[in-house]
């Protein structure tokens, strides 16, 4: 089971940006699946979660309104748009499929996990 992040960078502020994460070994249809980052010398925390489905979708406060997640389950991909990014956004992006079919919040809830893919927001 592999999780491949990728389409992290360097963005302006007020730019866009869509870190995109393909999931192999499995298929992942029925999962749920999320986004979490981790900026240097702080925890892991949650940004976006999504159902099995597409159906339902869940924002941390800070992103409401400038990011969205969406998945292509014949790809088994899941994206992350990333509009109008700001520099506290700047972290290491993870991606990670829940346990269970739905939106999860949670670090514990999320069985497998990406690489990480960087992304810094330039001001």
């Known amino acids: 089971v592999q999780l491949q992040a990728s389409g992290g960078g360097l963005v302006q502020a007020g730019g866009s940006l869509r870190p995109s994460c393909a999931a192999s070994g499995r298929t992942f249809s029925t999962y749920g699946m999320g986004w979490f980052r981790q900026a240097p010398g702080k925890e892991r925390r949650f940004v976006a979660a999504i159902s099995w489905s597409g159906g339902s979708t869940y924002y941390t406060d800070s992103v409401k309104g400038r990011f969205t997640i969406s998945r292509d389950n014949a790809k088994n991909t899941v994206y992350l748009q990333m509009n109008s990014p700001k520099p506290e956004d700047t972290a290491v992006y993870y991606c990670?499929?829940?346990?269970?079919?739905?939106?999860?919040?949670?670090?514990?809830?999320?069985?497998?996990w990406g690489q990480g893919t960087l992304v810094t927001v330039s001001s």
């Open positions: 990670a499929v829940a346990k269970s079919r739905w939106v999860a919040t949670q670090t514990d809830q999320y069985d497998y």
